[in-house]
């Protein structure tokens, strides 16, 4: 398993989890463990959060694209990452989990140049805002979509559970390139609805 990178316990110490829960789950915020947000969905495991972000090796200055935000913290997370001078652009299905999140994030401080939006009918991700030089997905797919790879720049990384096992993806030009970094249980990713 991959340990947490220095920047990535860094950007977790910068940005606490609890603001970012429900107020009722905010007790849970230090367990290593995924935690009920509502609508079905959880806020990540620590561990596991940690262990994305440092598969996707986030730089400064990076456009970033957090698929299936949740509760906002993961956006929060990169946007530290990334800095005033990159962006992440945070996607979510559960309608009603955006608001909530999008408070959480005005309130960690993040700046403009992080955003969570709503999720387009029928559009996986953000391709209009493509192409991105990190996709971080929060939700397992039961294969690779090809519709996220064609949104990775050249150069780019997509970290994303398919299938029970955690994939980076790298894209160099025309080639991908997925490497495996152990089993994870995630929530479905939503393709098409």
Avoid at 7 to 21: D, H, I, K, Y
Avoid at 30 to 38: E, K, L, Q, R
Avoid at 45 to 73: E, F, K
Avoid at 91 to 117: D, Y
Wanted: glycine share 8%; no cysteine.
């Amino acid at each position: 398993m991959t340990p947490a990178n220095d920047l990535v316990e860094q950007a977790m110490r910068a940005v606490p989890r609890a603001p970012f829960l429900p107020p009722d789950q905010r007790h849970h915020a230090h367990v290593d463990a995924p935690v009920p947000i509502g609508h079905g969905q959880t806020n990540s495991q620590p561990y596991t959060v940690a262990t994305m972000l440092t598969l996707l090796d986030v730089r400064a200055g990076q456009r970033v694209l957090d698929l299936g935000a949740g509760s906002g913290w993961t956006t929060a997370l990169l946007a530290q990452l990334v800095g005033q001078s990159g962006q992440v652009i945070g996607v979510e299905r559960q309608a009603e989990l955006i608001e909530p999140a999008r408070r959480a994030l005005a309130e960690a401080g993040t700046g403009p140049h992080a955003e969570i939006r709503a999720a387009s009918p029928g559009v996986l991700g953000a391709p209009k805002d493509g192409p991105f030089d990190r996709i971080l997905v929060s939700a397992e797919a039961d294969q690779l979509p090809p519709s996220l790879v064609e949104q990775l720049a050249d150069g780019a990384v997509m970290v994303i559970p398919v299938a029970s096992t955690m994939l980076r993806v790298t894209r160099d030009g025309d080639e991908v390139a997925t490497t495996e970094h152990g089993a994870f249980r995630f929530v479905p990713l939503v393709e098409d609805a």
